[in-house]
């Protein structure tokens, strides 16, 4: 089971044993299947569904097109559901809703963390930095050296590929699994799902039915 | 927390009506405690000093002293362990956290009543 859906934010409810339980409010689905793929169409199979609807005047025409042979308006969230052996049970223009989460004990979440700009080692790579006295002086929070002769055998004075330095951090793609499925909402398109998952509030995340099957 | 969505998930174990008591009051805490099978309530006793938080996650901290010794339990509002808050005495208070309470000792811990705050008031 996978469905697309948006993180509403996080809030707290009490378990059956009057613990506080923090919980992350997904607004799962309604999704409309766009395109269902199978081994003899496309090599292998899939579901391809869309969340959300995107207003036709803020869409390119092939997308539009396309979501119109599924008798649909173009989606803003479109993410395929790989199903392996499995036939597709589905058709295009149909709905997948959280109905089919019931019953499921773990979910993984995909989401897209939160960006950071460019971020120096400290916080990037949980680097130590520099003392702040005893006679440091302008690198507090400095990577410090690159490479040495007895790190660097073999390589020609090249610094080794993979070494840990500042860059661009976040905004990536961050899976967090075995969550705890908590409720499902059928009503308002809620999952109720144990734990933080990635991303900001209102950020698109995709929610999959875990493989372990104890809660 | 301002989305009517997450309003909609904590409601279902949010408690419909709290115990009214206010900042310096002194409370019974009915607490329920589980020892393997068996529930018993306990009652904590004490002055509320302060509250915070809103909705689910609202808590009051409640300061007594044992043995001279200044003992505060936080409590959740809405936790299905806390039975029941019930006010013994009302303490007059100026102020929404009674943080100072901590470092007075002896008589100088207790607040005025407010009732008998007025009484005074009129006798003369």
Redo the contacts between chains.
């Keep these: 089971m996978m469905l697309l859906g948006k993180k ?7 378990d059956e044993n ?1 613990r ?1 339980c923090p ?1 992350t ?1 997904v ?1 799962a689905g309604p999704c409309t299947v766009l395109q269902v793929k199978t081994t003899q169409s496309d090599g292998y199979n899939a579901v391809q569904m869309g969340f959300e609807d995107v207003k036709p005047s803020r869409v390119k025409k092939p997308a539009e097109g396309h979501a119109k042979k599924a008798g649909a308006m173009a989606k803003r969230f479109v993410r395929e559901w790989r199903l392996n052996d499995k036939q597709p049970q589905c058709k295009p223009g149909d709905a997948i809703t959280v109905a089919g989460f019931e019953g499921v004990k773990t979910v993984d979440v995909v989401g897209t963390s939160k960006g950071k700009g460019f971020a120096g080692t400290m916080k990037r790579h949980a680097f130590g930095g520099f003392p702040a006295s005893h006679g440091t002086e302008r690198k507090h929070r400095a990577p410090g050296s690159q490479s040495g002769h007895g790190t660097d055998r073999g390589h020609g004075g090249n610094i080794k590929k993979g070494k840990r330095m500042s860059g661009h951090m976040g905004h990536s793609t961050v899976t967090t699994k075995n969550h705890k499925l908590i ?1 499902v ?1 059928a009503e ?1 398109n ?1 999952l ?1 799902i144990k734990g933080a998952i990635a991303g900001p ?1 209102g950020g698109y995340v995709i929610v999959k039915a875990g493989k372990s099957a104890v809660g | 927390m301002k989305n009517q969505l997450l309003e909609k998930v904590a409601a279902k174990s949010q408690k419909q009506t709290l115990p009214k008591f206010k900042i310096g009051d002194t409370v019974d805490v009915h607490c329920l405690i589980k020892e393997g099978e068996k529930e018993r309530v306990q009652i904590f006793n004490g002055t509320v000093i302060s509250r915070r938080g809103s909705g689910i996650s609202e808590t009051i901290t409640v300061r007594r002293i044992v043995n001279e010794q200044g003992v505060e339990r936080i409590f959740p509002l809405h936790s299905p362990n806390i039975v029941d808050i019930k006010p013994v005495r009302s303490g007059r208070s100026r102020k929404a956290k009674l943080y100072y309470l901590r470092d007075r000792v002896g008589r100088s811990t207790r607040l005025k009543d407010e009732h008998t705050d007025q009484s005074d008031g009129t006798k003369e």
């Design positions: 509403i934010g996080m809030t707290q409810v009490y009057g506080i919980v409010v607004q409720s909402d308002n809620l109720v509030n």
